[in-house]
Structures are given as C-alpha cells and as structure tokens.
C-alpha cells in the first residue's frame, strides 16, 4: 500500500519559515520523482516543486527565491523549505509521486494545511 504522509503545515506570520516533510512508503522512493503542489480556496491546484529522481529540480515563478525542495533518499522523504511566506502562499500543500515507466504510476499525499497570516 503506497503511502505519501506530509506533516509540517501550521500558521506562520508573513516574512516567517516553515518547512514540510512527506514520508513515503510502499514504492520505491528513489526511481520517483517528487514534488509539491498547492491548493488555495476557490483556485487550481498548481505546481510549487519539483525534483527528480536525478536531483534536478524546478520550481513556480512564485516561489524561486523563497522555496527549496530536497529529498533523502535514505529516509525515503521530500522536503519543502519555505522561507519569506507571504499570505498569498496560504494553501493546503500536497504531496506528489510519479515514475513514468511503460505506465505511469501518480500518488498523493493527503496535504498539510499552510497558512501565513498575522
């Protein structure tokens, strides 16, 4: 059973830190690529991060400057380091698992409530 668990969300003043953790079980963490995507009220769940396999990442316009993703391997975790948040980063944040072989395997996480707010 494929289980991705973030943690790490909470209330955070603007210009404040957070940083989100997902735990994966059930697949094997180092073939996939991870990411992290976010939903606010009313809007589209959208793409923060992204890294892969490799190590490569990207990330939204919105966030480069401000956001890190980082995996362990070992741990079979993704981060997400969230510096400078500003109240428009307030969203449930999920986590994303996808290797793409012959068929694609997509899984989600749960999500961890972010909001930035004073």
């Known amino acids: 059973q494929v289980q991705l668990v973030e943690s790490g969300g909470g209330l955070v003043q603007p210009g404040g830190s957070l940083r989100l953790s997902c735990a994966a079980s059930?697949?094997?963490?180092?073939?996939?690529?991870m990411g992290w995507y976010r939903q606010a009220p009313g809007k589209q769940r959208e793409l923060v991060a992204r890294i892969t396999s490799g190590g490569s990442s990207n990330y939204a316009d919105s966030v480069k400057g401000r956001f890190t993703i980082s995996r362990d391997n070992a741990k079979n975790t993704v981060y997400l380091q969230m510096d400078s948040l500003k109240p428009e980063d307030t969203a449930v944040y999920y986590c994303?698992?996808?290797?793409?072989?012959?068929?694609?395997?997509?899984?989600w996480g749960q999500g961890t409530q972010v909001t930035v707010s004073s």
């Open positions: 059930g697949i094997i963490f180092r073939i996939y690529n």
């Open positions: 994303n698992a996808v290797y793409s072989f012959v068929a694609t395997r997509d899984y």
